[in-house]
């Protein structure tokens, strides 16, 4: 089943966004985490991830998360709007790893966790993609479930991968983070089978999951091609040179493999930011803002500065758009917009547009 007008309308804006390597053009996300939306009418299903019980309840958790994106849908048709709806599995970074190594997997109110599984360098020969690992078999029933139960109204994506990197250190642990300078040889090897681990779950999981209008969707946006989203968080931990000796490359060969990608990462990494973009078809990089960190909107021109062409996606208020439209206006940016109301937001968007080469 093809999409809906209005996603069709709004993929249509991405691709003319991606067509411009011109600064100026400004795309604006409203979506249900940066707008406040009471859900408690839907009578939802809303329990928190470790009450699921995922052998029996995958599908549901799916049909959860599909009600809220139609309501969402519904309370917005009116709005302006670049957010492009998504249903993923969204079981939490502990299955990001657990699909290789199938150690068990704790849930807790919205995320999970695992325990590293690398303790001696022999264990890396016991590392080896299985698709009939528990972890891959249940993302593939949800994924298939996402698919059957699109009536065009979103788009589903394949998996929020792990970057090498952050694949690595799920692995190994924090141990990882000496052993770049204690054991370099093992660690290549590491980031080696951690990227082919995260090629061969993306293929699997493609075979399920179709293209959208011809292309692929993370961060609730659009990417020409086949394109996965990958996280980089364990980067920013890092100097810039140690990302560029054993992370770089890594997360290259699997865009390489694949095709391109969006990076996500924080604002606690602005130090290496320089680096992660500095890949290889990357579609957009979103750096995201986090308590206690430096806003990335307010090091918004330094960020454009590092690659002016490549898109920047971030989190930023309505005030912020008002006060930094000219800094924003210098780059080719993605705003996921904190507001308050729609009326708010119908303002804010209308005023973003006047500014937007899109």
């Not at 959860?64 to 969204?90: A, M």
């Not at 994924?143 to 979103?154: F, L, P, Q, T």
């Not at 920047?312 to 912020?320: A, F, Q, S």
Request: hydrophobic fraction near 40%; include cysteine; charged fraction near 25%.
């Amino acid at each position: 089943m093809g999409l809906q007008s209005f996603l069709e309308e709004r993929i249509q804006r991405y691709r003319a966004f991606y067509a411009d390597k011109e600064p100026g053009s400004i795309l604006v996300q409203i979506s249900p985490y940066t707008l406040n939306i009471d859900y408690s009418h839907l009578d939802l299903n809303d329990k928190p991830l470790y009450m699921w019980d995922i052998e029996s309840e995958a599908e549901a958790i799916i049909d959860n998360q599909i009600r809220k994106v139609r309501y969402f849908n519904e309370y917005t048709k009116d709005l302006d709007n670049d957010y492009i709806p998504i249903v993923t599995s969204g079981l939490g970074v502990g299955v990001n790893s657990s699909f290789l190594v199938g150690n068990e997997v704790r849930f807790g109110i919205d995320t999970s966790w695992t325990q590293p599984a690398v303790f001696e360098w022999d264990d890396l020969d016991k590392l080896s993609f299985d698709k009939d690992n528990y972890w891959v078999r249940i993302l593939k029933r949800m994924a298939k479930h996402s698919v059957n139960m699109c009536d065009g109204e979103y788009a589903v994506i394949t998996f929020s991968h792990f970057a090498p990197s952050d694949m690595a250190n799920a692995l190994r642990g924090n141990q990882l983070f000496y052993d770049f300078y204690d054991y370099p040889e093992q660690v290549h090897k590491l980031m080696d089978i951690s990227a082919d681990a995260v090629i061969a779950l993306e293929r699997e999981l493609k075979t399920i999951v179709p293209d959208v209008m011809g292309g692929s969707v993370a961060a609730y946006a659009w990417m020409p091609g086949h394109a996965l989203y990958m996280s980089e968080d364990a980067a920013d931990l890092c100097a810039p040179e140690i990302y560029r000796k054993y992370c770089r490359s890594y997360t290259q060969k699997v865009i390489d493999a694949i095709g391109g990608a969006h990076i996500h990462h924080h604002g606690k990494g602005m130090h290496v930011h320089s680096e992660i973009a500095k890949l290889r078809n990357l579609h957009f990089v979103e750096i995201s803002w986090d308590p206690n960190c430096p806003r990335p909107i307010d090091n918004l021109k330094k960020l454009i500065d590092m690659n002016p062409e490549l898109p920047i996606m971030t989190r930023c208020t309505v005030e912020d758009v008002y006060e930094k439209i000219d800094v924003i206006k210098k780059g080719r940016v993605m705003l996921m917009l904190i507001v308050e109301n729609l009326d708010e937001a119908r303002e804010a968007v209308a005023f973003i547009r006047k500014h937007s080469r899109v």
